[in-house]
Structure formats: C-alpha cells, structure tokens
C-alpha cells in the first residue's frame, strides 16, 4: 500500500502503485474486478477503474483492497481536473470516507500511515478549493488536514514528507482569517491541539517532543506571504501533472482484459 508521490514542492501526486494484495477465495468474483479496475487505471482510463471497483466495493462493502484503489481513482479525477466544482467537495468527502473505512482493519503501520497521509492530501485538495472559491470552511478544513498527517505521523514518525506536509498545513491554518462560523471551531481547535499533547502517553513523549521541535522548525521557515506564493504553484504544477497525465492516456492502449 503506497501513499500519493510528491511532486517537487507540493503536497498532491498521483498514487502510482494500487494495491493488489491476494484475497481469501469468497472474494474470487470481487478481486476479479478490482485486477480489472487496476488494468483501467494502469492506462488511466479513470472511468473505467471506477465502475470496476465501485462493483466490487457493491458485492463486498468492506473489502478494503477495492475502497482503497477506489479512493485512488477518485483522487485521479480530483488532479486531472475532471470533477466539476459544484461536486468538488461531495467527491473529497468520498475519498475520505473510503480511505477511512479502508484504514478501520488495517494493521500495518507503514500502510495505515499511507492511507492518512492520503486523507491529508485530500483535504489539502479542498481546503485550496475553498479557497480559490472564497468558500467558508477552509480553516476547519485544514485543522482536518492537520489531524490527519498527525495520525499518520503516529503511526510511522519518521516520515519526513508527511512531516514537511503537516508543517505547511499548519503554516496555512495560522495565516488564513477565521470565518463567520469558525471562531469558535478554532478555539476548539487549539484547545484539542493542546489536550492531545498532554494526553500523549508516556513511552511516546520524548519522540512527540523531538516531532513537534521539527515541526515548529519548518514552520519558522515559510511565512503566510511564502505559503500563499506556494499555493498558486502547487495549482501551477497540478495542471501541469494533469497534462502530462491526458498525454500519457492519448498514447496508451485501450484494451482491458
């Protein structure tokens, strides 16, 4: 299980490697089409894949292997572009909701980690859309994207990009205004930020303390006017990587079998 690849200086990149762990024989029919659906992704034939694991996600609800690459899928639309705004934020919610179900059973450290780090880039996604909108929310918005690179930073500490992540997010949280409605939501915030911190246990303080030094180090690096200037290439590239993705599509084959 792999998380999104960065692109250089952003946080959003496209999932290269779905997973395709064996499955127990009661799923044959439901892994059938999740190999289906990663051969339609492979070729980034994003529709495709999609009917395909939104089968098997129907036939077995909680067969995680097909909510992830589901989830990835969706996530394809997002970055090429292809999700018109009115359901940009209905779309996010899904990929949340499906990384969060896949993530429920999910024992491994290094693929739980993944799955909130992806949950962290979404939301990042739709706090810059909130954003470019001048929707309310955005500030809520990235205190979700926060709590997400923490719970993945819990699960595996020593990622680095999941750290230079979180330390943005925080950056943006601090220079963007607080909405009508969100006064009270960041002061929740703040407040949980801070229980969380007394409530660390014991073993794991030390290693939180030395997280939270690096953390406040990356963040003394970037001011609001550097992170706003970082935004407008983030979209910069973004559009970039959707091109070279529809380039890549426009020469692949289309056979699926």
């Not at 289906?36 to 067969?63: C, L, Q, V």
């Not at 309310?136 to 999941?162: R, S």
């Not at 939501?185 to 007394?198: L, T, Y």
Request: with cysteine.
């Amino acid at each position: 299980m792999r998380k999104h690849n960065a692109l250089p200086y952003t946080l959003i990149g496209l999932l290269l490697c779905l997973v395709v762990e064996p499955a127990p024989a009661q799923h044959r029919t439901d892994r059938s089409y999740v190999r289906s659906g990663n051969r339609s992704y492979a070729n980034s034939r994003w529709n495709a894949a999609e009917i395909k694991f939104r089968k098997a996600t129907d036939m077995t609800p909680a067969y995680a292997d097909a909510q992830y690459n589901l989830a990835n899928t969706l996530y394809s639309h997002l970055i090429t572009d292809s999700v018109p705004n009115a359901q940009f934020g209905e779309v996010c919610q899904e990929i949340i909701d499906l990384y969060t179900a896949s993530a429920a059973n999910e024992t491994d450290p290094q693929a739980k980690a993944a799955i909130h780090h992806n949950i962290g880039n979404t939301l990042y996604l739709r706090g810059l859309f909130e954003m470019n909108n001048r929707k309310e929310g955005v500030k809520q918005t990235y205190a979700q994207c926060i709590a997400a690179y923490k719970e993945a930073l819990k699960a595996n500490p020593a990622d680095h990009e999941t750290r230079f992540n979180l330390a943005k997010a925080k950056a943006i949280y601090n220079a963007v205004p607080p909405g009508n409605n969100e006064n009270q939501q960041d002061q929740q915030q703040q407040q949980q930020n801070s229980q969380d911190d007394q409530q660390q246990p014991q073993e794991n303080q030390q290693q939180q303390q030395q997280q939270q030094n690096e953390d406040e180090r990356d963040i003394s690096k970037e001011n609001a006017e550097q992170i706003l200037q970082a935004l407008m290439q983030d979209e910069k590239d973004l559009q970039e990587k959707a091109q070279k993705i529809e380039n890549q599509k426009n020469r692949k084959l289309e056979k699926d079998w």
